[in-house]
Each structure stands twice: as structure tokens, then as C-alpha cells.
């Protein structure tokens, strides 16, 4: 993330610029206008001042090669669907409710299959005339260590708390890790209501007052948070689920530009037999193509395919569409930025630039770690 002006970030929030300066002043900033730079923590904190998650926090950075959101563009955004991670205390079912929504209503982009060797750790499921796209969270403990690079790829939790088992400690430790991640919705998912002890009325009436006792407010019990009942076994609920997902969406008005040129994240990336280097990639903004020149992280390279989750070649992959990039010329990390560019010579350029950006951010660590070592000293 890169600083952005006050006017921007009340358009992320759909705030006025005035009540974002007015906010900053009462956080103790002075000389704060329209055009004042805002650095990311403190962009958070604004956030978190007004109650809100950022809904559309596009922080570009134009020597990248990207454009900025200002106010007349975000009107042209059309809504993109969500990106779910799926949450919870072990062996409640984040797996296996997983697996069931990747098998019931996958959608199946493209056309002839790409023989797929290694599933992309995303997919899309269709509601409607529209789809939620679920990331695989790499487990609890993996998002806990990369936490920073899976709340960037995600805008709604759904937390899984097992009906006959309730909140545990895993539960509450979920919940205090999306205090850190204001931009992060959560939904509870009361799962395996099908087992015959379970009466589904009590179990979330049951577990809606254990939430409370960690001051989280469900739905019916003064606050927002949406909680329904599932079972992955029998699929009851599947459809309240990701209607309710599809709802929170647009409560947290996720938008994006489906003509510009793509962005995304990086999920994974690979050397797969027969496809050489790969990059499987969330589409953030706009629409990525094939023969698309891609910067991802400090590598680039060239599309030579798109294939879609579902192991299909795909035309053209949008936004929020899990995707996997073949013709890497190199292996990006889960988490590195991908852009478009207009050459092969632009990407290197590029990658300079992002080469450089980290060498002086290394030195700036370094340099901090010097002088407090010589206060220290004194
Ligand atoms: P995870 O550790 O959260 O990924 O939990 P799993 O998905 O591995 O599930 C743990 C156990 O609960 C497995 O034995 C599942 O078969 C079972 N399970 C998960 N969801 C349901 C459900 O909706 N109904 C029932 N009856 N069993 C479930
Ligand atoms: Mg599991």
C-alpha cells in the first residue's frame, strides 16, 4: 500500500473529504487539506475511527504504472463479487464445506480443458447472475503467518463454529485477528446442523451469546454480523449462505474497472509439466488477456494462456476471477502484486523500480535499527 490523498481516501470510504480532514484534525493532524497525504497506517486508523472497513482502498501508485481512483472514475466501477476465506476452529468443518461449494455450483469458465495438474487455490461459484469467489486459506496457522498477503486477497470471513461444539479458542482467536483487518467483514457459518443431537434454533441462539461474551454482535443480538446455519453434508443452507455473501458485498460496495488493463495478487506460482512457469493469480481490477505483458512481484512475463479454476482455458479472466498465467519467465511470491504493462522492456523497468523501491525500504529498516541500537548504547 502507498500513501493517498484525503480525497481519496473518503471516496474508498464514501465519505465527504471535509469529515475525513475534519476526522484527521481531531487525530491531531495540522495543515490537513483535500490534497493531504495519508499514509496506510494511518489511512487504517481513519478507517477504523469512522467504524468502517475501507471498502475500495485502491492506493496506486502511478511510477508503477498504474492510475489512481478518483471521485469521477468511481462512479463508472461496476460491482465485482466477492473473495471468502473460510475460517475457523479446527475440525469444524472449513474443509469439507469448502469441497462441498467447490463441487455444487462451480462455475465453469472457458471452454476446452487445459489439463490442469495442481488445483489453483481459489474458485468461483455461481448465484444467481452473479458469483462469490472462496480463496483456500492455507490453514489457520499459515493465514496467522501471512496474514498481511491473505487479507489483501480477501474481503468477507466466513468463521465456521460447529454447532455442537460452540466458539473455542481458535473461534475468538479469528475474530481478534479481523480487529487487526478492518477491511475484512466476517460472517458466521454455524456448521453440521444435520447431526441428529443439533437443534439448529438453539445451537445459533447458543453460540450468537458466546459471541457476545467476546463483544461480537450478531444479527438478533444488537449488532451485524450475519449468522447462518449449514451443513455441509446435506447442503442445508448453501443458498442463505451465499446470498448472504453476495449481500455483504454490497454492503461493502466492492467495485472494480472491467475495462482497464488487469491487477491482481498473486496466489501461488509454479513450474508445472507441460506449462512451464506459472502464476496463479486473483484479478483485482480490470481484465487480463492473453498476450498481456504482467509484472508480478520483481518477474514478468507473457500470457500465453489463461486457464480458469475449473482447469478450462478462459478468454479473458475479470475481476475477482482466481486465474492461472502461463508463460512466467520467473516465479513470483503468494501476495506480490501483478500489473499489466505495454512491453517486455516496461516490465523490466518496472521491476527496477520495484527493485529499488525495496532496497531503499531495506536500508530505511536497517538505518532504524542503528539508531535505536545507538540510544540504546547512550
Ligand atoms: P476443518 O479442520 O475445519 O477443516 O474440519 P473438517 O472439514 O476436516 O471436518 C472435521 C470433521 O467434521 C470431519 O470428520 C467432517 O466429515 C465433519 N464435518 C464437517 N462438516 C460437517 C457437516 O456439515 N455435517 C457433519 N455431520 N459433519 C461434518
Ligand atoms: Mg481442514
Known sequence: AVAVTVRELAVAMSKKAREVVSMLRQMGESNVSPSFMVEPDIAQMVAKEFGLRTKLLKLRDSELGRTRVTEETFDSLEPRPPVVSVMGHVDHGKTTLLDALRTSKAKVAGTEAAGITQKIGAFSVEVKDSSVTFFDTPGHAAFKS?????SRLTDIVVVVIAADDGVKSQTVEVFDLLKEFPNLAPVVAVTKIDQYDVDTEKAVDRISRQLLEHSILTEGYGGEVPIVPVSAVTREGFDDLLETLLLQAEVLELRADNKAAAEGLVVDSAIVKGQGGVADVLVTWGKLKPKDVVVAGTEYGKVRGLISSGGKRMKE?????PVRIV???????????VVVVASESEARA??????????????????????????SEQ
Open 146 to 150: 501471512m496474514r498481511h498477503a491473505t
Open 317 to 321: 479472466a475479470g475481476a475477482a476471477e
Open 327 to 337: 508463460g512466467m519467465k520467473g516465479l513470483p511470491k503468494m501476495g506480490d502484486e
Open 350 to 375: 518496472v521491476i527496477a523500480q520495484r527493485i529499488k523501491q525495496q532496497e531503499v525500504k531495506e536500508l530505511e529498516k536497517q538505518a532504524e535499527k542503528l539508531g535505536s541500537k545507538r540510544l
